[in-house]
């Protein structure tokens, strides 16, 4: 049971303080458990792209000291008084909520993450309501969270290679079954990182034919390994001409600054086009990229906390979950600059244990 200040919970971490240093031990606090509360011990923690662009401010406006993390794969340490959906010793996972407001109608409908009270509580740089100052995510040795945001972890998976699916699988499970990926459909994933490699598995899974298109050449063997039935070099022209007109939805998974128009010519007519990458500048869009062929370019966040169940009892059905390469935490940094230049196969999950040696 971790030591508590008054009530509060107290944490350590692993935290930015601002958008150029690197990330460092930092104790902190965590609110008290409240009736509807779980206390959880984190076990693994994956490190998604969303972790560095807020770390590094790039989408402006981060609260620091940003303590990352939403791929949190822990066990129940401590429950409220009126939790009734998980008991000391579960093994769960936490994403990329901890809360909203749970009447409005996005609420009412499981799009949490649309709440119309300003958003949902997001599990790091959010506002924490309870005790002020702002939420703190998983790379961290525990975490308090209502227990209507705490997913039940299915048994006999891998722990470490399903934490990656708390944020990467609900993020491309929600848009491929949106859009209806299945027989007969061609699927583009764009981008073969840690989203694009678990969109791979996915929609192959759902029985779509499913084709890469990468920037690295190095992933296109890769990624038929994966499962895909066929891989771009998207730098190859003569290919990207053959492939002119021929996918039915493209999931866009680049982090970085690229050029969407020449894309939307490999969609078919009525195909189309759904980012989930969140690049920090905006995207240029040429109308006649739309307006010819009837093209759909549409977003695309996480799924709500049902449909977020629903994708991990799926992924334990049929085996899926991420490649990853599991790290202490003492190597975060490292992993970072090795995200950012394209460098995993296909996503970091920290080990929480070696948080101990922090201490
Ligand atoms: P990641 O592991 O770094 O993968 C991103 C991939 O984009 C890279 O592997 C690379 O694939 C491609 N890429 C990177 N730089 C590129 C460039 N300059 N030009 C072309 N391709 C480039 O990142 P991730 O964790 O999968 O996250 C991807 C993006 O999704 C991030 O922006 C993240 O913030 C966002 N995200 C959004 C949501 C949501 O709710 N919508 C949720 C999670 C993450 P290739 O080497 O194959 O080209
Ligand atoms: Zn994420």
Redesign the pocket.
Known sequence: MPKQNGNRIRSIGYAANSAHSKLKPFSFERRPLGPKDVLIDILYCGI???DI?SARSEWRGSMYPVVPGHEIVGKVANTGSSVRKFKAGDIVGVG?MVGSCGRCASCKAGHEYDCAEGGPTWTYGSEERRIGGHTYGGYSNNIVVDQDFVLRIPKNVDLAATAPLM??GT?TYTPLRYWKAGPGQTVGVL??????HVAVKIARSMGAKVIVL???KG?VRDALRLGADEALLTSNRAQMRKYMNSFNLIID??????DLNGLLQLLKPDGKMVL????SNPLKIDAFSLVNGHKVLAG???GGIKETQEMLDYCARRMIAADIELIPIQKVNQAYDR?VK?D?K?RFVIDMKSLQKSR
Do not use: Q
């Open positions: 998604c792209h969303s662009h990329c944020c990467a993020t981008g073969l990182g840690g989203l694009g990468t920037s690295s992933k998974t680049v982090s970085a600054d690229h989930v990458g969140l690049p695309s966040g996480l995200i394209g995993v296909y």
